[in-house]
């Protein structure tokens, strides 16, 4: 028994798609409150929740971003109607107090970068996975892209912040590709049991 029926399990992994395009219907604070809150429950070390979101909505500020974006991406998020930039806070352990009181002695080993960094980075990973899934589930769409340059985006929106920047997507009611779903491997193709 699954939580929930395969229609639902249709409509929230298998008939959406990344999409490039989107029409004019706008997309509401409410709505992005909604994803955040969502997004907010992806598992992550120590429950340290490092990612961090920055909603692109001015014609000023997606102007400054789109001059980041790889060539093939300026359009899209140029017409997009709201575009979040993604980021993870390289300093999250500052934070273990709240996030995590029962484990604040681990605050000192995550003070030195080579565990701190790659630490925030695969937990705001995870949390950007939920992210897509829960825009999915809001009934929008998602456009994510990691074709920028991020140190640039990280100069233009996060100068002076511990904020790390690592992809941007695109988010409104999609138009769905006219190019078929790329291929997906076959369970016995990159799983195994031991």
């Known amino acids: 028994m699954t939580r929930l029926n395969d229609e639902q399990l249709n409509t929230l992994f298998n008939e959406p798609r990344t999409v490039n395009a989107f029409t004019e219907q706008p997309v509401t604070d409410e709505q992005l409150q909604k994803i955040y809150?969502?997004?907010?429950?992806?598992?992550?070390?120590?429950?340290?929740?490092?990612?961090?979101?920055?909603?692109?909505?001015?014609?000023?500020?997606?102007?400054?971003?789109?001059?980041?974006?790889m060539d093939g991406n300026k359009e899209k998020t140029l017409n997009a109607p709201v575009t979040a930039v993604l980021a993870f806070d390289k300093n999250w352990q500052k934070r273990f107090g709240e996030f995590a009181p029962q484990a604040a002695a681990f605050e000192s080993y995550y003070e030195a970068e080579e565990a701190r960094i790659p630490a925030g980075a695969l937990s705001s990973a995870l949390q950007a996975g939920y992210f897509i899934t829960a825009v999915r589930a809001l009934g929008l769409d998602a456009g994510p892209m990691t074709g920028a340059d991020f140190d640039g985006i990280a100069a233009e929106f996060f100068e002076g912040t511990d904020q790390q920047p690592f992809l941007v997507v695109n988010l409104g009611y999609g138009v769905a590709p006219e190019y078929p779903r790329g291929t997906r491997f076959e369970f016995d193709d990159v799983t195994r049991s031991i």
């Open 37 to 69: 809150e969502l997004a907010a429950m992806g598992p992550t070390a120590f429950n340290s929740q490092p990612l961090r979101i920055t909603w692109v909505k001015t014609p000023e500020a997606r102007e400054r971003l789109v001059k980041h974006m």
